[in-house]
């Protein structure tokens, strides 16, 4: 009889495990190749995600601002980085993109994933997705690599009616895993990038005026107004100075890129002081230089026809918006009474806007009226850093101006 060697049978059985283990891992793991990321999608879909959204069924619109329309520029893929993903044990999701918030559910590799954004108003980071609007939904699928792939749909784009119906492909690849306190930690950060961001880039844009010292309006604070944000208020001249302030309006939303049409009103609303108070508010803090750049070289010249003016149309405000993008400055001349018509003939709004057409701010643009109703095409705002903005800055009057 065969004596049965006790090692080699141990060693025949330990084999045999890590083969069916290796065999285990193999098939459970997802698979790679040098042009794939590769996830295992046993670890759940907790981690940061890069999405590349592309456009599908898109509202063309060809009416023409300003000399666009918003077919000069063809729709295409966005990569939205630093999406954050946390699933639970019970595959319910959360998550962030800025300040936009996820949720939803996945089962099995099926994932819905719905995108919410912020009411109209001071922002709130604090606020929940029920207490949030419904931008889109997405239905995706895991696929053998751990990433996601879909369509999405708009629910309702603020501010953007003719969007609603537009549908787009997903495209989603983890790129690590994180903890899920880092969640609210990256929404703080996004605030502080925002404000940080505005204040350095305004200040060069239309800092001719002012030395290239910003301005603002008020403290830095995140209102929410369509699909983006005023980021230091937009009711001017604000609480800091009388005169020469500035805000921003910066668009950000989840979109592939491309342009589409913004939406604004410039309207008149509390009464300040009367205009002789201009003069002293110009004197005391108006910025170096400030009345020569509206084309006066004699101060007095400026408020002999600032006088005038309100003579004949009544309390008043001035305040220009500028285009990064397309690179033009829009006057607003808000007035309480008399004809917008000859608003914009009248000798101190020709005088300041021949002055700006002699900086570098490009065309400019004048409109009148005691609720002026304007828009612009900008970039779809998923990229803070990279879209363009819109700079708005009082320039003085005797009336505050809300900008919707």
């Known amino acids: 009889m065969k004596t049965v060697n006790k090692k080699q049978v ?53 009416s023409k601002v300003k000399g666009m329309r918003g077919t000069d ?49 001071p922002y709130d980071s604090i606020n929940d997705v029920s207490q949030m609007d419904t931008l889109s939904v997405m239905n995706l699928q895991i696929d053998d690599f751990g990433n996601l792939k879909g369509t999405g749909a708009y629910v309702k784009i603020p501010g953007y009616d003719e969007g609603n119906k537009d549908t787009y492909f997903v495209n989603a690849k983890k790129i690590a895993d994180i903890n899920p306190l880092y969640l609210n930690a990256r929404t703080n950060s996004f605030e502080s990038d925002m404000c940080n961001l505005s204040s350095k880039i305004s200040s060069i844009a239309i800092g001719y005026l002012s030395g290239n010292i910003f301005r603002p309006i008020g403290n830095c604070y995140l209102e929410k107004v369509g699909e983006g944000y005023y980021v230091f208020g937009r009711l001017g001249p604000g609480n800091i100075l009388p005169v020469y302030t500035q805000t921003i309006y910066v668009p950000f939303s989840w979109s592939f890129s491309g342009i589409r049409k913004y939406h604004f009103t410039i309207k008149l609303k509390d009464y300040l002081y009367p205009p002789s108070s201009i003069e002293l ?39 220009l918006i500028y285009d ?46 005691k609720e002026i109703e304007d828009a612009f095409y900008m970039e779809r705002g998923y990229n803070i850093f990279k879209n363009n903005h819109l700079y708005i800055c009082y320039l003085f009057g005797n009336v505050s101006i809300e900008y919707d």
Request: hydrophobic fraction near 35%; glycine fraction near 8%.
């Open 73 to 121: 520029i063809p729709n295409g893929p966005a990569d939205l980085e630093d999406v954050y993903l946390y699933e639970n044990q019970n595959g319910k999701i959360d998550g962030n993109f800025g300040l936009l918030k996820f949720s939803g559910q996945r089962t099995g590799n099926e994932v819905q994933l719905y995108v919410f954004t912020a009411p109209d108003g």
């Open 324 to 369: 990064d993008h397309n690179q033009h400055v829009t006057l607003y001349v808000n007035h309480s009474k008399g004809s917008s018509w000859d608003v914009l003939n009248d000798k101190f709004v020709k005088t300041i806007q021949n002055a700006f057409r002699k900086s570098n701010l490009g065309r400019v643009y004048v409109k009148s009226g």
């Open 281 to 319: 508010f110009v004197g005391a803090s108006a910025p170096l230089y400030f009345i020569a750049n509206m084309g006066y070289s004699v101060d007095s010249l400026f408020y002999d026809d600032m006088k005038s003016f309100y003579s004949k149309y009544g309390s008043f405000a001035f305040s």
């Open 10 to 62: 141990r060693k025949y059985f330990l084999l045999s495990f890590i083969s069916v283990l290796l065999l285990s891992i193999s098939t459970t793991s997802c698979h790679k190749d040098d042009d794939e990321d590769c996830v295992n999608v046993t670890t759940g879909l907790s981690g940061k995600w890069t999405f590349t959204l592309a456009p599908d069924n898109v509202y063309q619109d060809t």
